[in-house]
């Protein structure tokens, strides 16, 4: 007889595994710096300080003239006052003029004050007639002016270190003319695919090969994830293959998914790697599809042994590994599965013992299950997502409701 | 007096001015080639049919023995059968023995079956004696074989046009081994800021200068939504600058966003820019802030002037415009703006007569208005999202429940 599975374990058990490698994986967390261009979906890896007043100077809020403001007091459509223009004050440029009683600037929005000025009259109470402008109404003293630093002030906190930054931030880091963000390092996920009858995408099978579908999905969903994937494609599952692989892999990757190799078959191999290189923690989960998973660590990298079967492979992944990397990345709460609630259209049985997850699709707001095997493309194609059957429960009857945890944006 | 908006409209008559304008866009939307490691979470041009069968070829879906299913029956762990074992099959490889009756081969998951077998045994009901192989289980016919085509056969539909492209679907195309998948073009802004007073990030400030947000925030914001920024940067906003920066734009790109030069001061030129060239559909939203806004058309292509102070850019943008290019880039359902509901912490008052949207931040599930104007950085450093209070409304109370719109993602 061959070897068996060290021995199949709960999903509970193997949840409280996962979370401590990926707590070790998130304390040890490096930083980068980055191009303000790249920062937006990262995660700011320091306090951000405002490096200068914003605004920079006093600076006009509306288009208007510049006043010494007691000049305006009372001014009214049928008592104007009439001040003398100095000079046109456009946004980006120094004033070079001060105002004293008795005379104003034309300003745009965004233009600094000029010296002397304490008010901005709105344009659209003055009248203009050569050099001569006619005010129409007051300006109270600070009218229309943003004062420096009243925005925030050189040495305030402008961002915290953990701020998932978004466009918002994109913004805010931009105003104060940073151009590289230091940052979190992307969580490195090192693919590869075992099997030797894989074949990459784009050359031709020979008879007994088909192409290789893990290292593409996995790629997919590792990136959608805000991980980098590190793509080592199809490898041999031999031991001297695989471990020499594996060793490029844990110094190149925080994580290092494969897929393939993980039953108990005679090819099967990769159990025999880790342990041999590190620690096989898991060998087994009481779960349908992807009971053969393998959870290992070598070196403090995880060792993730997804099994060969695509359906199973990507949902193994989604369902016990894309929530830790999304919180790594950042994305833990605008990127997590979303689900909706709705009946079955059809009876589905599910397998004893195991918490089964279904492939579903959804047609007229009913659930129809998919009833391919975890080897099945069609499937794949067809699913919209998936349910999940408790291990207790064999038969769920037509018309039950159930929630259907959605591909959409995975 | 200087020109005055040409109208101030509601938000409704904007939203069906924009609906058209989109519609039109989507329903001319082009469609591209892109290699299959890019085309996730891109939209399907075209239906694809299965280019092959799937399985290419009758396979093993265990390991075992591939056998004559006909030698086993009844053979049980008492009364054994006994097979001379012919070769050893192993996914990848193409059989070179048929299997007569009395005769076995060993056979991996995923490998072909060779001819004459009809069933495979699990390789844990069996024993191997050198070339003897004891079987202890029958085979019924067909067991663990799957057939050619069982999965998806050559011609079949495998993804229908208009499909969201996720990492599942990425699978289902990798298995038929396609290097280059038809996507929709993804939509192209082109960014544009204008400002006299405006300096790229990195640059040194001069007196009088800041440094431009919108290009950035912008940009960001455009690369999350799905779509492909084009960046202009900062340009000058006299007629003639604009004018031919905006004719380089409307070339290369599907809409055009610029930033400032929308109000109705001195040195505002856009709307004569769009008058000009094309037509100009709004002219004021009633709304805080954004209430500049400017919607036009030049050669079919869509022209959007935002409100210069970054606030009310970014808000417009997400609010009005973000929607509609998220549709057009499929990422409607999973990009789209959460809520979440909390009492208001401090009592707010809104200005009357437009739509207001104010920053908030949350704070151990309160909600906090951020009072600060719409040119305030700090504001969007500090902000989570935003609340709407309807144009009736000018006092919200403390402890109102508000539902506040999420940046998160964004």
């Given at each position: 007889m061959l070897n068996k599975f060290l021995k199949i374990i709960e999903v509970s058990e193997v949840e409280k595994i996962l979370k401590d490698l990926f707590n070790d994986l998130y304390s040890n967390h490096k930083s980068e710096n980055v191009e303000l261009e790249c920062a937006n979906h990262r995660v700011l890896a320091e306090n951000i300080n405002a490096t200068m007043d914003l605004p920079p100077f006093d600076r006009a809020s509306k288009d208007g003239f510049a006043v010494h403001a007691p000049d305006t007091f009372g001014a009214t459509e049928e008592e104007s006052v009439i001040l003398d223009l100095l000079e046109h004050i456009d946004a980006g440029q120094r004033p070079q003029?001060?105002?004293k009683p008795g005379y104003c600037s034309l300003i745009n929005t965004g233009a600094p004050i000029p010296e002397g000025a304490s008010g901005v009259v709105m344009v659209e109470y003055t009248e203009t007639r050569g050099k001569k402008i006619e005010i129409y109404r007051p300006a109270a003293p600070g009218q229309f002016i943003t004062k420096q630093g009243s925005d925030i002030k050189q040495g305030d906190r402008l961002l915290s270190k953990g701020t998932f930054i978004t466009s918002d931030k994109i913004g805010a880091l931009s105003a104060m003319g940073l151009k590289k963000i230091p940052v979190q390092e992307k969580i490195k996920v090192a693919?590869?695919?075992t099997g030797k009858e894989l074949v990459n995408s784009g050359q031709d099978l020979e008879y007994g090969q088909i192409y290789d579908v893990n290292s593409y999905s996995l790629r997919s969903a590792v990136i959608a994830c805000g991980a980098l994937p590190l793509w080592l494609g199809v490898v041999p599952d031999d031991y001297d293959g695989l471990s020499d692989i594996m060793k490029d892999a844990i110094n190149q990757s925080d994580i290092v998914l494969t897929s393939g190799s993980t039953s108990a078959g005679t090819g099967d191999v990769l159990k025999d790697v880790i342990k041999d290189m590190g620690e096989v923690l898991v060998h087994g989960i009481s779960v349908k599809p992807g009971k053969p998973t393998i959870v290992g660590k070598i070196n403090e990298k995880i060792i993730i042994g997804l099994p060969g079967y695509p359906v199973a492979a990507l949902m193994i992944f989604q369902i016990f590994l894309a929530p830790y990397i999304r919180i790594l990345s950042g994305k833990a709460f605008n990127n997590s599965i979303k689900t909706v609630?709705?009946?079955?259209?059809?009876?589905f049985?599910?397998?004893k013992g195991r918490l089964h997850y279904a492939l579903v699709k959804i047609i007229d707001e009913q659930v129809y299950?998919?009833?391919k095997d975890s080897g099945a493309i069609a499937a794949l194609a067809q699913a919209q997502g998936y349910i999940k059957i408790p291990k207790n429960v064999e038969i769920l009857n037509e018309e039950t409701e159930v929630?259907?945890?959605?591909f959409d944006g995975l």
């Amino acid at each position: 007889m061959l070897n068996k599975f060290l021995k199949i374990i709960e999903v509970s058990e193997v949840e409280k595994i996962l979370k401590d490698l990926f707590n070790d994986l998130y304390s040890n967390h490096k930083s980068e710096n980055v191009e303000l261009e790249c920062a937006n979906h990262r995660v700011l890896a320091e306090n951000i300080n405002a490096t200068m007043d914003l605004p920079p100077f006093d600076r006009a809020s509306k288009d208007g003239f510049a006043v010494h403001a007691p000049d305006t007091f009372g001014a009214t459509e049928e008592e104007s006052v009439i001040l003398d223009l100095l000079e046109h004050i456009d946004a980006g440029q120094r004033p070079q003029k001060k105002i004293k009683p008795g005379y104003c600037s034309l300003i745009n929005t965004g233009a600094p004050i000029p010296e002397g000025a304490s008010g901005v009259v709105m344009v659209e109470y003055t009248e203009t007639r050569g050099k001569k402008i006619e005010i129409y109404r007051p300006a109270a003293p600070g009218q229309f002016i943003t004062k420096q630093g009243s925005d925030i002030k050189q040495g305030d906190r402008l961002l915290s270190k953990g701020t998932f930054i978004t466009s918002d931030k994109i913004g805010a880091l931009s105003a104060m003319g940073l151009k590289k963000i230091p940052v979190q390092e992307k969580i490195k996920v090192a693919i590869i695919s075992t099997g030797k009858e894989l074949v990459n995408s784009g050359q031709d099978l020979e008879y007994g090969q088909i192409y290789d579908v893990n290292s593409y999905s996995l790629r997919s969903a590792v990136i959608a994830c805000g991980a980098l994937p590190l793509w080592l494609g199809v490898v041999p599952d031999d031991y001297d293959g695989l471990s020499d692989i594996m060793k490029d892999a844990i110094n190149q990757s925080d994580i290092v998914l494969t897929s393939g190799s993980t039953s108990a078959g005679t090819g099967d191999v990769l159990k025999d790697v880790i342990k041999d290189m590190g620690e096989v923690l898991v060998h087994g989960i009481s779960v349908k599809p992807g009971k053969p998973t393998i959870v290992g660590k070598i070196n403090e990298k995880i060792i993730i042994g997804l099994p060969g079967y695509p359906v199973a492979a990507l949902m193994i992944f989604q369902i016990f590994l894309a929530p830790y990397i999304r919180i790594l990345s950042g994305k833990a709460f605008n990127n997590s599965i979303k689900t909706v609630k709705y009946p079955l259209k059809e009876r589905f049985f599910s397998s004893k013992g195991r918490l089964h997850y279904a492939l579903v699709k959804i047609i007229d707001e009913q659930v129809y299950p998919i009833f391919k095997d975890s080897g099945a493309i069609a499937a794949l194609a067809q699913a919209q997502g998936y349910i999940k059957i408790p291990k207790n429960v064999e038969i769920l009857n037509e018309e039950t409701e159930v929630e259907v945890y959605l591909f959409d944006g995975l």
